[in-house]
C-alpha cells in the first residue's frame, strides 16, 4: 500500500513572506474566540500536533510550532464561562507582546474563531471586543465548522459597505471531518494558510517602519547622551579644540556610535571606527560648522540652556529641508535640552562657542550615521545586503556639507532677544 506522509496545511507556512521573515523569524499568531469554538482543534490539525484536549486554560505558555519554526501559535481559553477576566487576560498578553522591541516576541495576527451556528446568528459578534484586539495586529475571522461554500450572517455584515469591524478577511474551516447525516469533510486549512500569509505581507511595511522606529528611538539616546558628553569637554576650562578624529576613537564617541549601530542590529568595528574618523568630509564638514558657529554672539546668552535651545531652533531648519523627521528631531532637542536641565544651569561662561560647536558636530555627524545606517537597514529588508556603508556615508556628510556652507545662523541681536524672552 502506497502510503502519503500527511499533509501538514501549515508545514511551509511564510513561504510567499520573504520580507517578513527578513524581520522575524517566526510569525506569531494568537487564536482567540468562544468556549468550544474549535480553536485546540483548529491548531491541532493545522500543525498536525497534539494539543491538550478539553477546555483550555488562560493562554498557552509556549505557542506551538511547525517543525520549520516560521510560525508559532498561542492557543487561549474560551470567552463565554469568564468572559470579562479572560478577555482582560488576553489584552494583558496582548500588550505585554507589544512592549517588546524584538519582532520575533510580538503577536502578529489574530485569528478570532466563530463557530458556525454562532456565526449565523444575530448578535453574536462582540464587534468592540474585536475592534480592540484589532488594535494590537490584523484579525481574522476564523469560521470554524463551517460549511464550504454556505456564507454565514456575519460574513454578510462583514461584506456590507458601512460595517465597522475591524475584519481583515474571513475564512471558513471545518478542520476536522464530522459525520451528521453524511460525512462532512474537512476543509479551509490550507485557504487559512494562504489568507494569513497574506494579511502578513499586507502588513510587513508597517511592521518594518514600527521596527526602524524603534531603532531610532534608541538612537537618538545614544546620540543625545554622545552629544552632551561632548559637550562637557568644551565646559571644562584649558579644554581647546583637538578635532574629532581623535575624539571618534576615544571612549565617549566610541561608545555612541557603537550604541546608534547596535540600535540597528549593526556592528561597529574598530575597522569602522577608523574609517569613520578618516572621512576628510568630516573635517570639512567641521571646518564650516566651527566657522559659522564664531559668527554668534554668544554672549547674548544666559546659560547653557539657551544657548542649546537656540541652537536647537536654529537647526530645526535644517531638519525641516532634508535631514530628519520632525519628531526625531524634536527627540533629539528634547533629549539635549534634558541633558542641559540635568546639570547645565551653569552661567555661561568660559568656552561656550566650543561646547556648542562640540555638541552640534557631534548629534550632526551621528545623526548622519544613522540615517545611513537606516537606510541600510530598510535595503535589507528589501532583500539587498550588500550595501556600501561608507560611500553612503560619504554621501551624507556631502549634503550635510551643502547645506552647512549654506546657513545663516541668527543674528546676534535675535539671540539676544531669544535669550531675553
Ligand atoms: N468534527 C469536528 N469537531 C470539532 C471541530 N472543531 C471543534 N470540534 C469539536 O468541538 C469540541 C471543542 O473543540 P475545542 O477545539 O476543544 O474548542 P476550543 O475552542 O479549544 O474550546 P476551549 O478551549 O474550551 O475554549 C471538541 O469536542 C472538538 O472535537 C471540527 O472542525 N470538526
Ligand atoms: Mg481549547
Redesign the pocket.
Known amino acids: 500500500m502506497n502510503m502519503l506522509p500527511p499533509h501538514i496545511p501549515f508545514a511551509q507556512f511564510g513561504q510567499s513572506c520573504s520580507k517578513f521573515f527578513r524581520l522575524s523569524d517566526t510569525c506569531n499568531i494568537l487564536v482567540v ?1 468562544n ?8 491548531i491541532h490539525h493545522a500543525l498536525d500536533k497534539p494539543i491538550e484536549k ?3 486554560r488562560g493562554i498557552s505558555r509556549e505557542p506551538y510550532r511547525n517543525k520549520k519554526g516560521s510560525v508559532s501559535i498561542y ?1 487561549s ?2 470567552l463565554e464561562r469568564n468572559s470579562k477576566q479572560v478577555k482582560e487576560v488576553v489584552l494583558r498578553f496582548l500588550e505585554k507582546k507589544k512592549q517588546s522591541k524584538n519582532c520575533n516576541n510580538r503577536i502578529h495576527l489574530i485569528w478570532y ?1 466563530l463557530n458556525y451556528q454562532s456565526a449565523n446568528r444575530e448578535g453574536n459578534l462582540e464587534a468592540d471586543w474585536i475592534n480592540k484586539l484589532a488594535n494590537y495586529a490584523p484579525v481574522l475571522l476564523v469560521v ?2 463551517s460549511p464550504r461554500n454556505k456564507e454565514s450572517y456575519v460574513e454578510q455584515l462583514i461584506s456590507q459597505t458601512d460595517c465597522n469591524l475591524k475584519i481583515d478577511t474571513v475564512v471558513r474551516v ?5 459525520m451528521h447525516d453524511e460525512l462532512l469533510e ?1 476543509h479551509g486549512l490550507d485557504r487559512l494558510c494562504e489568507a494569513s500569509e497574506k494579511v502578513l505581507n499586507d502588513r510587513t511595511n508597517s511592521l518594518i517602519q514600527e521596527a526602524i522606529g524603534s531603532m531610532k528611538m534608541s538612537a537618538v539616546k545614544w546620540i543625545g547622551e554622545g552629544a552632551f558628553l561632548r559637550g562637557l569637554l568644551g565646559i571644562i576650562p584649558g579644554t581647546s579644540y583637538a578635532g574629532i578624529v581623535p575624539l571618534v576613537r576615544n571612549g565617549i564617541l566610541k561608545r555612541m556610535f557603537r550604541g546608534v549601530s547596535s540600535g540597528f542590529h549593526f556592528n561597529c568595528t574598530e575597522e569602522d571606527l577608523a574609517a569613520i574618523s578618516k572621512w576628510s568630509l568630516l573635517l570639512e564638514t567641521s571646518a564650516v560648522l566651527q566657522e559659522k558657529l564664531s559668527e554668534v554672539d554668544w554672549q547674548g546668552f544666559n546659560s547653557m540652556t539657551e544657548a542649546l535651545q537656540w541652537i536647537s531652533e536654529s537647526i530645526k531648519n535644517f531638519a525641516d529641508s532634508f535631514l530628519l523627521e520632525n519628531e526625531m528631531f524634536s527627540n533629539l532637542s528634547d533629549t539635549l535640552s534634558k541633558w542641559a536641565e540635568f546639570s547645565w544651569n551653569l552661567p555661561f561662561a568660559m568656552h561656550p562657542a566650543l561646547a556648542i560647536f562640540f555638541v552640534v558636530e557631534t548629534a550632526f555627524l551621528a545623526i548622519a550615521w544613522m540615517q545611513v545606517l537606516e537606510e541600510a537597514k530598510l535595503d535589507f529588508y528589501e532583500g539587498n545586503s550588500d550595501v556600501d556603508l561608507k560611500s553612503r556615508m560619504d554621501e551624507k556628510l556631502q549634503q550635510m556639507l551643502d547645506w552647512m556652507t549654506q546657513w545663516v545662523p541668527k543674528e546676534s541681536s535675535e539671540s539676544q532677544s531669544y535669550a531675553a524672552t
Open positions: 474566540g468556549t468550544g469554538a474549535g480553536k485546540s482543534t483548529l478539553g477546555i483550555t492557543d481559553e474560551g474563531c470554524t465548522r471545518r478542520a476536522e471531518a464530522e474537512a
